[in-house]
């Protein structure tokens, strides 16, 4: 819907760069909490582009029917369709609005937060100058009403702050939120005891952590659920700032081949045969990436930034990101680290509710003597990572390679309970000895050893 201030539409070009325009309208196409700070405030008839122009109507229209802004481009293009079924725009238009969401995917959406440092003080600025025009005329009326202008101002204040979104009206139609909850995906640990404890596993969206002492297995955790992502069709990021990447390349690959890590990495016939065995899968690895970054200086929005060059480089979206582990982030003019963890699980949340997307870290257990069963209590450094991740599974080894998951948080879902004890395969790295994929037969091969 257009935006109209006192009296004045603001239908003034807006002073955007062609490519930072087309940024912004993926962003108020594609992503609903972006929509909800800004979609309502964006003046269509101010874009320089025609195309960018319907695209945001469009949009616009969605987020009138529904309360809420569009999450993907193809409900944006099934809006234009309608319309031109009507008669109200050709399909040479739709053509272009549809070649318009092929440019904004290949260059990748930018980042929210640059985005709004752009964007808002453009809005600011327009708003307040015809706020002011319009006090400019009251102030000379024998009646005048101060009141528009007044909340004129105090939108013009407020921009990008104000979450404008309805939310989920009550009704009859809020019941298809049921059916929305039903059909939301989820992604297994790998560890069939836990996995069917949890419905299924973590759900699409979630910041989940792994938290345990030194040794307690959480980098081996999280290479587990690499090799799961990966075997099972997912586009897979793994951000590491404790192990090098090789290593964790040949942990994933141990894990996927069945032949032990120190084998892949000390003989050749060994990686051979580890490479033979994947390229023989029904179902050829998902893509995949691995980057290591410095502890303690590389930062929440570095590694958003590089989930967005790996989604442009395979032009699909990443489905899961592990991050080994968010304790050594940097975050900047902090130095407290209680006060630092808070914005680091903050920021990677706000990755995965952004991109709706898994987003799985480990943290540190307290350094002192703990209790048998390890809880939220025990996590160092600040509660705050606890408190913000929505699930929390504690590690606790037993003798003879075998451990026990706390599921200590679940957020909507049970919690407080315990798993196992139940096997681990540490030299392959896996947390179960389970295969996580269907793998082929080879015989006659070094892999008939393992």
Not at 60 to 71: C, F, N
């Amino acid at each position: 819907m257009a935006v109209v201030l006192g009296s004045k539409s603001l239908a003034r070009p807006y002073p955007f760069d062609e490519k930072f325009e087309r940024a912004l309208v993926g962003l108020i196409c594609m992503r609903p909490d972006f929509y909800a700070r800004f979609g309502e405030e964006i003046q269509p008839a101010s874009l320089v582009s025609a195309t960018h122009r319907l695209a945001v109507k469009a949009a616009q229209a969605i987020a009138e029917d529904l309360g809420r802004g569009p999450s993907d481009a193809r409900s944006v293009m099934q809006q234009v369709r309608r319309w031109i079924s009507e008669g109200r725009h050709t399909f040479e238009e739709a053509v272009a609005v549809n070649d318009l969401f092929d440019t904004i995917l290949d260059e990748g959406l930018i980042d929210e937060e640059d985005a709004a440092h752009g964007l808002i003080p453009v809005l600011r600025k327009r708003m307040e100058r015809f706020a002011v025009d319009d006090l400019i005329k009251e102030v000379g009326k024998a009646d005048s009403d101060m009141a528009p202008v007044i909340e004129s101002l105090q939108r013009a204040a407020s921009v990008g702050k104000v979450d404008r979104s309805l939310g989920i009206s009550f009704g009859d139609s809020s019941f298809a939120a049921f059916d929305r909850l039903r059909k939301r995906e989820k992604f297994p640990t790998g560890v069939f005891d836990l996995d069917m404890r949890m419905n299924g596993g973590t759900q699409r969206g979630n910041l989940a952590m792994v938290m345990g002492g030194s040794g307690a297995g959480k980098s081996m955790f999280l290479d587990s659920l690499t090799a799961y992502g990966l075997t099972h069709g997912m586009h897979v990021g793994y951000f590491t700032l404790e192990l090098e990447e090789d290593l964790v390349f040949a942990r994933t690959m141990a894990n996927i081949s069945g032949i032990p890590t120190n084998d892949i990495m000390a003989r050749q016939e060994c990686e051979d045969a580890a490479k033979a065995y994947i390229a023989a899968l029904p179902v050829p690895l998902a893509p995949g990436h691995v980057r290591y970054g410095t502890p303690g200086a590389t930062t929440v929005r570095e590694i958003r930034a590089w989930v967005e060059l790996c989604e442009k480089k395979v032009k699909r979206p990443m489905d899961l990101l592990v991050v080994d582990y968010a304790d050594l982030i940097h975050v900047p003019k902090v130095d407290r680290t209680y006060d630092a963890m808070k914005l680091v699980y903050e920021q990677l949340r706000a990755i995965a509710t952004d991109k709706k997307m898994w987003v799985w870290t480990a943290s540190q257990s307290k350094g002192r003597e703990v209790r048998p069963i390890l809880d939220l209590e025990d996590v160092a450094d600040s509660m705050h990572k606890v408190r913000i991740a929505d699930v929390v599974i504690t590690l606790n080894p037993r003798e003879n390679n075998e451990i026990i998951y706390h599921v200590a948080k679940c957020r909507g879902d049970e919690s407080r309970y315990c798993v196992g004890p139940v096997p681990y395969d540490f030299a392959h790295g896996r947390m179960s000895y389970s295969v996580p994929a269907a793998l082929p037969e080879m015989t006659g091969t070094i892999l008939d050893a393992y």
